[in-house]
């Protein structure tokens, strides 16, 4: 590591906002305002909660609230960067208490299982942050770093 990647790494590290975050915090957000999309891998369960979703609708956050889940996840998701700025979330049939306490200081009613879909994966790095969402789903990136053109 040169002397201005470890300069930009010690002001991404020091950084409440720095921009990977804030981009995986808005993509959660995005998430928790359209709904999450079921898929495990096994075609009559998702047919199966796709009914129940549609019988039993969910509520959707108020603006609000969905305000203050992205403040709170963009601070629980800087405390849980490791020092070379990299970390993963991962919701299987559950999801991390980085998202939970991020949805209870927000007073959102979430269930770790369906309200941020089974089998999502969001990689965040200093350059990148990609997502993989639903069993098997390829990965996408949704934020590049002009620094990794290089």
């Known amino acids: 590591m040169d002397n201005n990647d470890k300069d930009y790494m010690d002001t991404y590290n020091t950084q409440a906002n720095s921009r990977p975050v804030v981009a995986a915090a808005k993509w959660w957000t995005d998430l928790l305002r359209k709904g999450a999309e079921w898929d495990n891998g096994d075609d009559r369960c998702n047919a199966f909660t796709s009914t129940l979703s549609s ?48 949805a209870t200081s927000a007073g959102i009613n979430a269930n770790g299982m369906t309200t941020f879909g089974c089998k999502t994966c969001m990689w965040i790095t200093p ?13 996408k990136t949704i934020w590049k770093n002009f620094r990794e053109e290089k």
């Open 55 to 102: 019988v039993f609708p969910k509520a959707v956050p108020t603006e609000t609230q969905l305000e203050t889940f992205y403040e709170a996840l963009k601070a629980n998701l800087k405390t849980t960067l490791r020092s070379d700025g990299t970390t993963q979330v991962y919701v299987d049939y559950h999801a991390p208490d980085v998202l939970m306490d991020a």
């Open 127 to 139: 350059h990148k942050v990609s997502v993989s969402q639903g069993y098997g789903a390829p990965e």
